[in-house]
């Protein structure tokens, strides 16, 4: 998140960076103190639980007494799995919201000025209703005796219910669902602020709307696309409720498996440990992802 | 590093906004619980999701002016944390029976001063003095249970009378089963015959041999609303609580229940106060007004569970008390066993189901 940092938000590298003045600072403490009492603390007792043991009298109470005993147990290949099946979940579940937001957002972006804010209200009117009760609508379109199988069996396009519910396509799909207006967002702010002009040019310069697209478009729009990327990945790799109301927990996903240790398993370092490597991941894709900083400032 | 430009800036703000609102959203309606306030009139109740009605508070708060504030929990072990970590002032608790037996043991719970609770004579006796408090001291039981099979009669033709017969290739696809580790591992130990209450190397690893085979027929883990899936048409048969079973036995009669020959898992809910309640007596009045026959029948009403008073039980009408999955028989009770409290077993059959399920 450095890049979001105030004071670095500058458009272009050229101008040397600002730093908050004493009347900056005293804006930001309410922010820093936020971050830090409920943030940075709680990560950091995180961080030194994952190292604790348990006590073997009363496995419930933590013992703080060094041990890499529950990082030993988190690379056993059954986590590694788990690990790598939610990742894989919502990777796929970013990239059907970018192939489904994108145009979306580019449309909302591009359309006249009055009618954004309505069409940008469409987007959120689902976040009214608590994601559960939305998920929950799922299940009786999707069940096989739902809406969906209904409609198949009565238009005579399948004799018997077809099996929607609890398999993988259902929880990527209550994945898309739930977490697409957060990849239209960040991605209708940067097309909003894309100037029509650089596409003329584009246009002018012989271009065709593909090349126009891949070489103006999409770079100039990069900054939301990463943004969207990331507010949909993050949060799908450790969702827990839909995955099992969807999916059936047939795969549990890290998520799940992270909360039961520290409730049902009462093994809170070992979960706590899960929860470090799943931040360290984190940091890493943000590192790798990271803008690279851009020779010529366009503005 | 600084190329994110302000509108996608803006847009973060906006999502931001929003993850906020919709966590406001989520997060319900809520009781606020504070520390200050200190009046006799309040009783803090925290208790299991789904399991106290409305009108049964309602009509508490009505006789005895006390105002009930009510916080849900979905699990044992999320009550056992909350109250560990100290600071969550309640003034009832409602622990299963391993639970209770565990909050005995770290003195966590206030002894009960029966004078004041007397409808504690209307309990039945199979329900009295269960081994995880034997005399009573510390709870009383406010609904039991067992877990048992409910199967579609229509598209299962083989009979089914234990986990041996749910669980076989036929089924593949077609089960669902608690997203509980323990009663998972319960089920294999209750087929082969083993103690369900000593829990070690041995006796786990003969249920992963039996659970290898059985998991990969599993449709569906729910814990929350089995019935769904069943009612559904998603999955034919499953291992259910028996008050979620006597719910499909009375919403369709395709459904039939069983209690597993093998034996299985016999559970007690109850009412105890926790160390640091601040309204005993009030928490006794609420015990004492469950215990009333014409409120007790409320709970059996919208939670079909085995209902542990007997003079409640005379209340109840002929179809309540011959629904097979809320009042076993007598020779079906002799087949169930409760939980006792297994300590650092508990996270290596979490490991057991997890890795099985992973496969």
Redesign the interface.
């Known amino acids: 998140m450095?890049?979001?940092l105030p004071g670095?938000?500058?458009?272009t590298?050229a101008t040397p960076r600002r730093t908050p003045g004493p009347a900056g600072w005293l804006l930001l403490s309410p922010l820093l103190l936020w971050l830090g009492l409920f943030v940075v603390v709680p990560t950091l007792l995180l961080v030194i639980l994952s190292f604790c043991s348990?006590d073997?009298?009363?496995?419930?109470?933590v013992l703080y007494a060094f041990t890499l005993e529950n990082y030993v147990r988190a690379f056993q290949p059954?986590?590694l799995?788990?690990l790598g099946?939610s990742l894989l979940y919502a990777f796929l579940t970013a990239i059907l919201c970018l192939v489904m937001g994108y145009p979306v957002a580019y449309f909302i972006g591009r359309a006249p000025e009055g009618r954004r804010n309505t069409l940008l209200a469409l987007v959120?009117i689902p976040?009214?209703?608590?994601?559960?009760i939305r998920t929950y609508a799922w299940?009786t379109i999707l069940?096989?005796?739902?809406f969906l199988n209904g409609i198949l069996q009565a238009s005579g396009l399948t004799s018997a219910?077809v099996?929607f519910?609890?398999t993988p396509g259902a929880v990527v799909l209550g994945l898309v669902y739930n977490y697409l207006?957060?990849m239209i967002?960040?991605?209708?702010?940067?097309v909003?602020?894309l100037d029509q002009s650089l596409i003329e040019a584009a246009y002018d310069l012989g271009a065709r709307p593909w090349s126009a697209l891949v070489e103006v478009i999409l770079p100039l729009t990069r900054?939301?696309i990463?943004?969207g990327f990331f507010?949909v990945f993050v949060p799908s790799i450790a969702m827990f409720a839909i995955t099992?109301l969807m999916g059936?927990?047939?795969?549990?996903t890290v998520g799940e498996?992270i909360q039961?240790?520290?409730?049902?398993?009462?093994?809170a370092p070992?979960g706590a440990a899960l929860g470090t490597l799943l931040l360290l991941l984190f940091f890493a894709g943000l590192w790798a992802t990271?803008?690279r900083?851009?020779p010529e400032p366009i503005d | 590093?600084?190329?994110?430009?302000?509108?996608?800036?803006?847009?973060?703000l906006?999502?931001a906004l929003?993850?906020t609102?919709?966590d406001k959203?989520?997060a319900?309606p809520e009781t606020p619980i504070s520390r200050e306030t200190k009046s006799p009139g309040e009783l803090r109740l925290f208790c299991w999701s789904e399991y106290v009605p409305q009108t049964v508070i309602d009509k508490f708060t009505e006789e005895t002016g006390i105002n009930v504030y009510v916080e849900n929990y979905a699990?044992n072990?999320?009550m056992?944390?909350k109250l560990?970590a100290g600071g969550a002032l309640y003034d009832l608790v409602q622990p299963s029976e391993y639970a209770t037996e565990m909050l005995i043991k770290?003195g966590m719970l206030l002894p009960l001063n029966k004078a004041n609770i007397p409808n504690f004579k209307n309990l039945a006796p199979e329900f009295v003095g269960m081994g995880y408090d034997p005399q009573n001291t510390h709870s009383v039981p406010f609904m039991g249970g067992s877990v048992g099979i409910v199967y579609n009669k229509e598209r299962i033709k083989t009979p089914v009378n234990g986990f041996g017969d749910v669980f076989v290739p036929e089924h593949a696809?077609r089960i669902?089963v608690p997203?509980?580790?323990?009663e998972i591992v319960t089920m294999a130990l209750d087929h082969l015959g083993l103690p369900i209450n000593e829990i070690n190397a041995d006796s786990l690893a003969a249920a992963r041999t039996v659970l290898t085979d059985w998991l990969k027929l599993?449709?569906?883990?729910?814990s929350d609303s089995p019935k769904?899936?069943l009612l559904?048409?998603?999955v034919d048969l499953g291992i259910v609580w028996s008050g979620e079973g006597a719910l499909i036995l009375n919403e369709s009669d395709k459904f039939a229940w069983v209690l597993p020959r093998e034996g299985a898992h016999l559970f007690v809910d109850n009412l105890a106060i926790p160390k640091t309640a601040r309204n005993k007596a009030g928490a006794e009045a609420f015990i004492n007004f469950i215990l009333r026959p014409e409120v007790s029948i409320l709970i059996s009403e919208e939670f079909p569970y085995t209902n542990p008073n007997t003079e409640a039980r005379k209340l109840l009408s002929p179809e309540q008390l011959a629904n097979p999955a809320s009042f076993p028989t007598k020779e079906e009770w002799a087949r169930l066993e409760i939980f006792h409290d297994i300590?650092?077993a508990?996270?290596d059959?979490?490991?057991v189901v997890?890795?099985l399920?992973?496969q």
């Open positions: 450095g890049y979001l670095s938000s500058t458009p590298s348990r073997p009298d009363a496995p419930g109470r059954t986590y799995k788990i099946s959120m976040f009214w209703t608590s994601f559960l299940v069940s096989n005796q739902g219910p099996d519910m609890y207006p957060f967002l960040p991605i209708y702010g940067s909003e602020k900054p939301g990463v943004a507010l099992t059936g927990g047939a795969v549990p498996v039961k240790q520290f409730t049902a398993a009462r093994h070992f990271k803008p900083r851009e | 590093m600084n190329i994110i430009r302000p509108s996608a800036f803006a847009a973060l906006a999502c929003l993850a609102g919709c959203k989520t319900g699990s072990e999320e056992l944390a560990q770290e696809g669902v997203d509980d580790a323990r599993v449709k569906v883990y729910d769904t899936a559904n048409g998603d300590g650092g508990a996270s059959i979490d490991g997890t890795d399920r992973a």
